[in-house]
């Protein structure tokens, strides 16, 4: 026991030495070193906050300057009244700690911002190992210049921190890495799609012609409230719908010069000058800073889009930016703009006069303004407010088309429900590389979008690698957030802006010339603006145009109003029976299969239910789904489907398509089997990385998205395409999990 004792009072002296002579050794090299550091600690976090709260004046760099003056004594003062108050509750030197607190504030903003990817655990730990190194730069560096300690220790210190500080510096500021996995995927699946009929020359020439500006000479003009616009606008109360609330919401108010009761009807419009009668795009931005003026930021689509007929409104929705919960004030906004703008078309002798077809209407919207246009088109068809009876709509505006570009769902559910439309045509575009609205949300909308077969109709979505948020819209740029919380976010790997707007321009004027350009106008001379456009197949085959479109990856899901649906897993919890009447579902060779609710790369459910069938090497034959059909489907011409690969854990070097045999048999017992890599590759996720420190810890996200592969029942030899009974996905691969959804039979569309 005394052993013990004295073992334990030896070891106490030890350690109490070895402190001591810490203490003594820090006392020599950086006692009182904190000058530097409370300087560089004060500035370093006063001007952080003008960064982040500096956007509620214009020019933005004076609201940032006034932000950071305002900030400076401030911060002193707080850490004088600390330095004050907390000897009293800590020993030690309470300054220097309270200096190195924020700058590890900074830090930890700056680098836990865009973690969602990354991972917030190991962001706030490097973010905490950064603030030391920088703390001790600093001490050291004062130690050296206003002490004059030469010592080894400061010098290697000093040499050491400086060398992190600087290459995380030129982190913090470079762009970030570019990716090879696009490329890797490029190279594997240029067979893909074999089974297309090749361009002609002709249509090469056309497509290619379609690309560029149209044969008409584009005007432009603005409406508002200001008088020193072209047309003089009513302004709308939106108060209902939306709150500018507290000491941000009163800035906006008094910088804006007006209340949400008297929001001005406003926007930009470009139109073609020889033609009447166009078929006109209503377009709304999204959340970004009310400092910008995000409507003018789509002159690219407008310019481009008025060229080859059509008239486009971008409609000026600032008085929604910068706060929440106010999507169905977006939508009331917009509709009450497209009320105000067809006042103008029927002025005679104004500059609008006929230069629109009210009959032929589409919205488009990006981001909140994506999610917008649905809730638009929800309330054009409604006569009441769904969360006011009191509250009553009059529009009934001839909206055919839906376009989203990059948006959010679900910020507002109409008196609790998810937002369901009925036969309208939409198309959807999201960039895998967004780092705003980071999964793709829109998919939950388009799940959300049904047909009843009374009018023909076509739902598309393209997801593209390499395409972020902001670069749909001019003003918005690279980065998907503010200064300086954008500093870690990766932009190495976008695409071109040019690009990705030219992909835009080219799906829009489509998907716009085949739901808008099918049906007649009430007017004769809209024959004058109805040229061919751009072909429909673009909406439902890309990889056919892939020699004339930018060079990235697509994934491209798509449904028409004359798809006969055997299976779409919505119906209920039998995994033995499909969604038409006899149809049964079985599974072979696979370690497990179920109908299961989908998810994004976030576990946040997608909105929709699909098979989901998982199978490993033990498995000596190919995994199988089988369909099986008490009644063949006679009057299709065409099996579709929806695929997903669910892998993970997989390198770039290890990424392959996704093969699928696709077997049928007839009412005879003929069998016959196609490929689907032949009709469209079905890529492995996309391995995408949003976050610099990404590429420093070597992880991943892996981006999922169905592909819709659709083959002709003709392409099938030896069997009765009026009289298949049985269709076969199987699956040679050793191992994997994917997901199957929406599996029927489609007629030739009228679209």
Not at 177 to 191: A, C, G, H, M, N
Not at 377 to 391: K, S
Not at 413 to 428: I, Q
Not at 508 to 515: A, M, V
């Amino acid at each position: 026991m005394q052993n013990i004792k004295k073992f334990g009072a030896g070891m106490k002296l030890k350690v109490s030495s070895v402190i001591r002579r810490f203490h003594e050794y820090r006392k020599r090299n950086w006692n009182d070193t904190s000058g530097l550091l409370y300087g560089c600690a004060v500035l370093l976090f006063s001007f952080s906050l003008g960064l982040m709260a500096g956007g509620f004046m214009y020019p933005r760099w004076a609201g940032t300057l006034l932000v950071f003056l305002a900030a400076v004594p401030l911060t002193m003062f707080v850490l004088w009244i600390s330095g004050k108050i907390l000897p009293w509750l800590f020993r030690g030197n309470i300054r220097e700690r309270l200096c190195w607190l924020l700058i590890w504030m900074v830090c930890l903003m700056t680098m836990t911002a865009g973690a969602y990817t990354a991972g917030f655990a190991k962001a706030a730990v490097s973010s905490l190992a950064v603030s030391l190194i920088l703390t001790l730069m600093l001490k050291s560096l004062w130690a050296l210049l206003h002490h004059k300690v030469r010592s080894r220790s400061i010098i290697v210190s000093l040499t050491v921190s400086g060398i992190f500080t600087g290459a995380f510096c030129l982190l913090l500021v470079g762009k970030g890495f570019s990716d090879s996995y696009i490329e890797r995927y490029l190279d594997f699946s240029q067979e893909a799609g074999g089974k297309n009929e090749p361009l002609t020359e002709q249509e090469r020439q056309e497509f290619r012609q379609e690309m560029e500006e149209g044969p008409y000479h584009v005007q432009t003009l603005t409406y508002g409230t200001e008088g020193t616009e072209e047309l003089e606008s009513e302004t709308a109360n939106i108060s209902r719908f939306a709150k500018n609330k507290g000491i941000g919401g009163f800035f906006k108010e008094k910088y804006q010069g007006y209340p949400l009761t008297e929001v001005p009807l406003s926007g930009m419009v470009w139109y073609p000058e020889e033609i009447s009668y166009c078929p006109t795009l209503f377009l709304v931005h999204g959340n970004h800073s009310w400092l910008t003026e995000s409507y003018l930021g789509y002159e690219y689509l407008g310019k481009y889009l008025a060229s080859h007929g059509y008239t486009v409104v971008s409609v000026d929705e600032n008085a929604c930016n910068s706060l929440s919960g106010e999507n169905d004030g977006r939508a009331v906004l917009l509709l009450e703009n497209i009320r105000q703008v067809e006042i103008y078309n029927q002025q005679e002798g104004g500059p609008l006069y006929h230069k629109i077809d009210a009959g032929r209407l589409a919205l488009a919207g990006h981001s909140r303004g994506g999610e917008a246009v649905a809730l638009a088109y929800l309330f054009n068809e409604l006569n009441y407010y769904p969360d006011n009876g009191n509250r009553r709509f009059q529009y009934h505006f001839s909206i055919q088309s839906l376009i989203a570009i990059a948006p959010t769902c679900g910020q507002y559910h109409p008196s609790g429900r998810d937002v369901e439309l009925k036969d309208v045509n939409y198309l959807l575009l999201h960039g895998a590389n967004d780092q705003d609205v980071s999964t793709f949300m829109g998919m939950e909308q388009y799940e959300n979008i049904t047909f009843t077969g009374a009018k023909d109709c076509i739902k598309t979505s393209l997801y593209l690698a390499g395409a972020n948020h902001g670069q749909f819209n001019s003003l918005w740029g690279a980065y998907d957030m503010m200064e300086p919380l954008n500093r870690m976010l990766n932009v190495g790997n976008f695409l071109d802006q040019h690009k990705q707007q030219q992909i835009a321009k080219i799906w829009i004027k489509s998907f716009l010339d085949q739901t808008l350009r099918q049906e007649e106008g009430n007017d004769s001379e809209i024959s004058e603006s109805a040229e061919p456009g751009i072909s429909r197949e673009l909406l439902t085959n890309w990889s056919r145009y892939r020699e004339l479109l930018p060079e990235t990856l697509y994934v491209q899901s798509y449904e028409t109003s004359d798809l006969a649906m055997l299976c779409d897993f919505e119906e209920d919890a039998r995994i033995d029976t499909g969604t038409a009447e006899g149809v049964r579902i079985k599974a072979e060779h696979v370690d497990s299969w179920r109908e299961e609710q989908m998810c994004f790369s976030n576990e946040v459910s997608r909105g929709n239910y699909a098979a989901v069938l998982k199978w490993s090497a033990k498995e000596e034959n190919p995994a199988e789904l089988c369909i099986s059909l008490r009644e063949p489907v006679q009057d299709g011409n065409t099996l579709q489907f929806d695929l997903m690969d669910l892998r993970e854990d997989f390198s770039e070097k290890e990424a392959e398509l996704l093969e699928v045999e696709i077997r049928v048999k007839d009412r005879t017992g003929a069998e016959a089997c196609l490929s689907g890599r032949d009709y469209a590759p079905v890529y492995p996720p996309f391995l995408v990385r949003l976050n610099k420190l990404q590429y420093l810890w070597n992880t991943v996200e892996y981006k999922h998205q169905f592909q819709t592969v659709s083959v002709p029942l003709a392409d099938f030899q030896g069997v009765d395409s009026e009289e298949i009974c049985q269709i076969r996905l199987c699956f040679p691969g050793k191992e994997g999990k994917i997901a199957v959804d929406n599996l029927g039979i489609r007629r030739t569309s009228g679209l």
